[in-house]
């Protein structure tokens, strides 16, 4: 059977499939069959002469095109021998291609055909990258960033386009610096996707290969372009290709067809986390959506009743045929309530929406549909527009709200403080903030009626300052105990929204210190990278300093990325493409506050120091220095600034 028939074959099984779960409507056989076949004609229409014709979702194109013309693989210049740049494209694990010795070589692969590349895996060999870009190019000579790696590591890069412009011909790996003096290695170079759908005269697929949008997604391997890439996973069961939201209600998924189209029925595959109620939509510019279909009372109370486990369940087929043809450009599914699984029975939990394809039939549509630009960084001067230096003789409660545990907020991470308004722990002095910890052999009582042994203090601008990017600084001074945790960060504004949270709402760790005098870390958490897989790196001091002496710590945010320095000296860059390509969604466009608190042990310090008592990550020769009242975190100032 041919790849091409394979890949009709699958779809029409899983279109006619009623097995698989529960159709709320939809074409007959015969009719759905149709819909195949135009669905493949389109694709094979859109590839053009000369390009791999019939590839499946899951198909390497750059391997394809290589097979059918060598000549289409290419590079600046080679090692000799049998390392030329066919062999990053031959499928042969054990061959591998080795450029010139220089940092600006590079690899390129000629596709045939315009596709939407929704995925670049490239293997290294030991001779890897550590600064290199890979490009696409829609004719060989215009090129635009889809990923830039500046600090590689080597081994397997998987580099995911969502969401970027990504209409291209040609994919190309250009070096900028090399980790080793050799040359740069890749047993494999690898690209993924497919032709976006074509207007269309007859019935087909408009979604196909389009651009999809969401308003949350779990990680970078499961984006929103998953769900229009044209896999339909045989069973409805299994990780590939689908798109995957985060653990709430109201989340979306939505396509762009290019231009205005005739919609006529829509498929949906379902993960086994399918929504219990939703609404399909449709809209002309992408603000505003007409509801035109919901399952009724019945369909949602029978799915609503099919419970099952998270290990045993498969997946479901939504075959929606509308009474009546609907126009529009844009299209959603906006889910109103997940499915529930036995975790275990009698016991249920909810996970996010997940969807392997969303298939929207009819006429119309364009190719042309493309994701924007990513942003760039802003060129105007900053300016301060907050700042305080603790001049007088109390907090300046107009720039800072003091938090309370059990009142304005819970425990969390396991920490084994309570947070207290209290100038025993949060005193002006000589021009400083001072939060000094407390032990209470007797316990503390928070409000609601949590115990403690210890209060400490915490303090952030949520009432007096919010703002999007920005540069951020504190000049600060530490103590060192294991599992003390004095910590400067930023966090989403909108982290009390229930349909938002944590780590939806990002955090930005400017600096964080779990009681070790060289260094200090920072970090960043959003969907895809939080709690222990956050982004971040260690900052070691220089010889002769510590964290007990003044340092300024900071970060500058930007629309492109985050940049964090020590003294005025950068350490660590998250760029925001980086980020979108191998992490997850980019949460960092809306407004944050800055926090300065003082907590004692929890996750972060119990697992770098393992102690387990007295308190978890707090060993009992710290317990004894907050007992003294020898463990004070000092700050001098506080600034945030922005561009004019």
């Not at 195949?36 to 899951?58: E, I, K, N, R, Y």
């Not at 900028?176 to 996707?193: D, N």
């Not at 890439?229 to 939201?245: H, K």
Request: aromatic share 12%; glycine share 12%; with cysteine.
């Amino acid at each position: 059977m041919t790849e091409l028939s394979r890949r009709n074959a699958l779809l029409l099984a899983a279109l006619t499939a009623g097995a698989t779960g529960l159709p709320l409507s939809g074409p007959a056989p015969a009719q759905a069959a149709a819909q195949a076949a135009a669905q493949a004609a389109a694709q094979g229409a859109a590839q053009g002469a000369g390009a791999p014709s019939g590839l499946a979702w899951d198909a390497d194109w750059a391997a394809a095109a290589y097979a059918a013309d060598p000549a289409a693989a290419s590079a600046s210049g080679a090692e000799g021998g049998p390392f030329g740049a066919g062999a990053a494209f031959d499928g042969n694990a054990g061959s591998r291609f080795s450029s010139n010795f220089a940092d600006d070589a590079w690899i390129r692969i000629d596709l045939g055909s315009v596709i939407r590349v929704s995925q670049v895996v490239l293997v290294w060999e030991a001779a890897y990258g550590l600064r290199y870009v890979v490009e696409v190019s829609r004719d060989g000579a215009a090129w635009q960033s889809v990923y830039t790696e500046n600090a590689g590591t080597g081994g397997t890069t998987t580099i995911h386009t969502h969401p970027q412009p990504a209409l291209a011909r040609y994919v190309r790996m250009r070096g900028l610096q090399r980790a080793t003096p050799y040359g740069y290695s890749l047993y494999a170079f690898q690209v993924y996707g497919g032709a976006p759908a074509p207007a269309a005269t007859s019935t087909a697929d408009l979604a196909l290969n389009h651009p999809g949008d969401s308003n949350y997604y779990q990680d970078a391997g499961h984006t929103p372009l998953h769900a229009f890439d044209g896999g339909v996973p045989a069973g409805l069961t299994g990780d590939a290709t689908r798109w995957a939201s985060d653990w709430n209600d109201h989340r979306w998924i939505s396509v762009d067809l290019g231009a205005p189209a005739r919609i006529t029925a829509f498929d949906l595959h379902w993960e086994s986390a399918y929504a219990v109620d939703y609404q399909l939509q449709v809209s002309d510019d992408n603000q505003n959506w007409r509801t035109v279909h919901q399952p009724t009372a019945a369909q949602v109370a029978a799915r609503d009743a099919d419970i099952g486990t998270p290990g045993s369940s498969a997946g479901l087929h939504d075959a929606v045929t509308l009474p009546a043809a609907v126009t529009g450009r844009y299209v959603r599914m906006l889910g109103l309530r997940r499915r529930r699984f036995y975790s275990p029975a009698p016991y249920t939990a909810q996970f996010g929406y997940s969807l392997y394809a969303f298939q929207v039939w009819g006429t119309g549509g364009s190719a042309a549909a493309e994701y924007p630009a990513l942003p760039v960084d802003g060129t105007g001067a900053y300016r301060t527009v907050f700042f305080d230096d603790f001049a007088g003789t109390a907090l300046d409660r107009s720039k800072w709200r003091v938090v309370v545990t059990g009142s304005t907020m819970g425990s969390v991470n396991g920490e084994s403080q309570a947070y207290v308004d209290d100038p025993s722990t949060l005193r002006i002095s000589d021009s400083q903030l001072l939060i000094t910890p407390r032990h209470l052999p007797g316990g503390y009582t928070a409000p609601g009626g949590g115990r403690y042994a210890f209060t400490s203090a915490r303090i952030d601008t949520s009432a007096a300052v919010r703002f999007t990017h920005g540069r951020v600084s504190a000049r600060m001074k530490l103590p060192v105990g294991l599992g003390l945790w004095p910590a400067f960060w930023l966090l989403g504004a909108n982290v009390d929204d229930p349909d938002v949270s944590w780590p939806d709402c990002g955090e930005i760790d400017v600096m964080e210190n779990i009681g070790y005098p060289d260094w200090t870390s920072s970090s960043l958490h959003g969907p895809g990278y939080s709690a222990d897989g956050n982004i971040g790196g260690l900052r070691h001091f220089p010889a002769g300093q510590d964290v007990t002496g003044w340092h300024v710590y900071a970060v500058e945010w930007t629309p492109a990325g985050m940049r964090f320095s020590l003294d005025g000296t950068a350490y660590l860059e998250v760029p925001r493409q980086k980020t979108l390509a191998t992490r997850g969604a980019w949460v960092f466009d809306r407004d944050q506050y800055v926090i300065l608190n003082f907590a004692l042990g929890g996750a972060y310090p119990a697992g770098w120091n393992k102690v387990t008592t007295p308190y978890w990550g707090l060993p009992q020769a710290t317990v004894d220095q907050v007992a003294a009242g020898a463990a004070t975190l000092a700050v001098d100032w506080v600034r945030v600034e922005q561009r004019a």
